[in-house]
Every structure is written in C-alpha cells, then in structure tokens.
C-alpha cells in the first residue's frame, strides 16, 4: 500500500493537441492506480464557460426555497435536491446516518422526448432565471467532450483498448450538480458532513469548486487530505463503474466534504458515465476478470433508490 499526501497534477494538452500520449498514459495509470484522484489542467474549457456556470449557481441558490420547490427533483433524477433528502448509502464505508447537508441542482442528459424504455431519459426541469438555461447546456456540451477524451485516456491507462468500450458512451448518461454547502455550525457533531464519506458511483467526475475549500479524499492508510481549489483545474476522480471496467486497476477512491468554513460553499460536479443500457465489466487488456458483469441501468436504479427520497420504492 503506497500512501500518498499530495494529488498529482496532470496536464491532458496533449489530448486537445493531438501529441503523442504515451507519456500522459504512463502519468495517468500512475495517478489513477494508486490515488484515484488527480488535478486536470490544459483541458481546454474556457473559463468564462465555468464562471456563468458558478454565477448561474449562486443565482439560484439565492431564489425563495418557494420557486426551488417549485422544479424539485423528479424521478427521472432531474431538479432541485432540498437539503435533508439525499444519504451517502455505502456500506463499504461509514455507517452514514445523517442526510448530507447541501443542497443543488440537478441537469442531466437533455433528452427532448423521454423514452420510456431507457431509464432517466427526459427533458431537464428548469427554473425562471435568465441566461441559465444557457449557461448549463454551454458547460454540459464542452464537459461532455472533455469527459469523452478522458474516459478513452483512462481505458487506456488501464491496458484496455478504448475502442473497445467506445460505443457504450457515444450517448454517455451525464450529470452536472449545482451543489450548496451552506457554513456546518462549529457545534455540530462529527458525523454531520456536508457530503458524507463516500465513492462515486459512475465512471468520471470532473468537479469545479470555489476557493473555500472542505473537499477531502482519503489515503490508504485511512487519513484525508485536503482537495482545495487549484485556479484552472478540474479534480477528476475515478467511479465505481470505471473501476470495474479497468478490472480494479484504476482506484474508486473514497472522499467526504465538510465545510467549516464559516462561509457557503459552491461546487460543480459533472459526472461522465455510459449509456444505461451499458454492460459495465472488466475490459479485454486488463487481466483475469474479478467482476461480474451488470447493467448500468439496473445498478443505477438501486443506488438512486437507496440514497435518494424522489427515488425511494415506497412512494
Ligand atoms: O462538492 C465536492 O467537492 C464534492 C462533491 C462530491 O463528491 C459528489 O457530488 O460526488
Ligand atoms: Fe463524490
């Protein structure tokens, strides 16, 4: 067990740039088989793409909880998610009891018409607020790219051949969160996080966060390390599902955030993962499968259910 006390910097310019990638393979399978955590620059995202996507954030957060309420998440995973109403569920790590204290937003795929045969497939929900439809669907189409070239990155970092799982995210499932830390009171108890301890549970995150800081990843050897802002980079981390694929070569690193602050925190996850009608396995190159094979739907369906009140079976 190698313990690690800093995230690595990774510079992708030479995906954009159409260079040789070997020696970005060599830095990424480093990165991502012993943390599973790295800092993401020369990506190519303009900034002024993320700022309208924080400013389009802090204006909704500021709306009455009354006109939030009003678009509040749906069963097709789309919406505003009140604080209080959504659990790290993940038995492999703490015993998480409390609800994590954020709130956001949530837009997914936008799919004109849902088809009813593909799970989560509709439209997004969408509050009253000029500019903001527009700069959610600006940063969700240049994410989209960048999460296509970095999926193939990290297939190939794992010994697979990209190609291989190409097909499965030509209509990835993606997700861009609009998350609200409002400042943990000093008094509160220890298990009270703003997100509990926790993996991910798709293939990519691609997170852009504020200067406030709260974001914390845990080593091997069980201590957490600070994850704060570095200006012009993304922390991308790996996902349970990518985990799977790469056969347990690329590491589902837990994290957690807690913001004692005493300042609101803003922060933008997009998440990066294939087509629900996908067979997640490990990959031809990466060795003796240690997984079965599952449908990314159905194991979707469970995750949302057990962490979720919208997706909970009883209502
Ligand atoms: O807000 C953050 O910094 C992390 C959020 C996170 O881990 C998640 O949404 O999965
Ligand atoms: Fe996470």
């Known amino acids: 067990m190698t313990e690690f006390t800093e995230i690595p910097v990774i510079d992708v310019g030479p995906l954009a740039r159409g260079e040789n990638l070997e020696t970005l393979v060599d830095e990424f399978r480093h990165a991502y088989s012993t943390i599973g955590f790295g800092y993401i620059i020369g990506h190519g995202i303009d900034p002024a793409l993320i700022d309208a996507v924080f400013e ?5 957060h500021a709306l009455p909880l009354s006109e939030k309420m009003r678009i509040k998440l749906n069963r097709l995973h789309r919406g505003y998610i009140p604080i209080n109403t959504s659990t790290d569920v993940n038995s492999k790590l703490a015993d998480v009891k409390k609800p994590n204290q954020s709130a956001s937003f949530m837009m997914m795929r936008e799919d004109a018409v849902a088809d009813p045969d593909v799970y989560l497939s509709g439209p997004n929900l ?6 903001f439809r527009e700069a959610l669907v600006a940063y969700s189409d240049a994410m989209t790219l960048l999460g296509f070239r970095l999926i193939k990155l990290a297939l190939a970092a794992a010994g697979a051949n990209p190609e291989d799982a190409t097909a ?9 969160r609009l998350l609200h830390y409002p400042p943990t009171p000093p008094q509160a108890p220890d298990d009270l996080y703003g997100s509990a301890p926790h993996t991910d549970f798709g293939c990519l995150t691609l997170l852009a966060q504020d200067d406030v800081g709260g974001l914390q990843v845990k080593t091997p050897t069980g201590n957490w390390i600070d994850a704060p802002k570095i200006d012009g ?7 349970d599902m990518l985990h799977r694929m790469s056969n347990g070569r690329l590491l589902s690193t837990p994290h957690r955030v807690i913001n004692r602050s005493g300042r609101e925190r803003y922060s933008c996850p997009f998440f990066f993962d294939p087509h629900v009608s ?3 396995a490990p990959l031809p190159g990466t060795g003796t499968p240690k997984f079965d094979s599952i449908n990314f739907g159905s194991y979707l369906r469970s995750e949302l259910q057990a962490g979720y009140d ?3 079976k009883t209502r």
């Not at 389009?56 to 909704?60: E, K």
């Not at 969408?126 to 500019?131: A, I, S």
Request: proline share 9%; charged share 10%.
């Open 126 to 131: 969408w509050p009253t607020l000029p500019e």
């Open 310 to 312: 919208t997706h909970k």
């Open 278 to 280: 996908y067979g997640v």
């Open 233 to 239: 980079a993304f922390v991308v981390n790996v996902g």
């Open 168 to 176: 499965g995210f030509q209509t990835p499932t993606t997700w861009l």
């Open 56 to 60: 389009a954030s802090a204006r909704f």
